[in-house]
């Protein structure tokens, strides 16, 4: 029995430490499955703006200030939230998170680009905004784009 005790003392005490705490991972886990649900959100009401805005009779500046807070905000917070759910040591997804974090970047950017673009009368700001947007996706999702994007039409 002492030496069964003995051999546990000394196991316990040789053990190696753990890669990473499994708890962070979880919490990575979980903000990446947050973030994944409202980005699905998020990216419709973008494509429902942008078809269906002028057609509701939205002015360009109403449809940018609708872009802003029904997709820029939440873009924005969403990084927020992918930030603070950063772990202090790596675990298996740390790599995902920067993704999630640069993606949602990129899309704060692009829409607030289309905003102004809406704002300020500018076809090509808004296809360059809807451009950043796409390739965005794409990186995200490990993909080249592969298709140009169109702009809503600006016959306001």
Known sequence: ???????????????PQPAYRYGDELRARQAIQNFRSADRGISQQWELLLRRGPAQ??????????IEA???????????ELVAATPGSPV?????LGVLQAYAQQRVEA???????????????IRQGLEQAKQARAASQGIAPTQPVSAAPLSK
């Open 1 to 15: 029995a002492l030496a069964l005790a003995a051999a546990l003392v000394w196991l316990a005490m040789h053990l």
């Open 57 to 66: 009779g939205l002015s360009f500046e109403e449809l940018a200030g609708t």
């Open 70 to 80: 029904r997709v820029t905000e939440p873009y924005a917070r969403s990084f927020e």
């Open 92 to 96: 298996p997804s740390t790599g995902e």
């Open 111 to 125: 829409s607030r680009e289309v905003a102004e673009g809406f704002r300020t009368r500018d076809p090509h700001k």
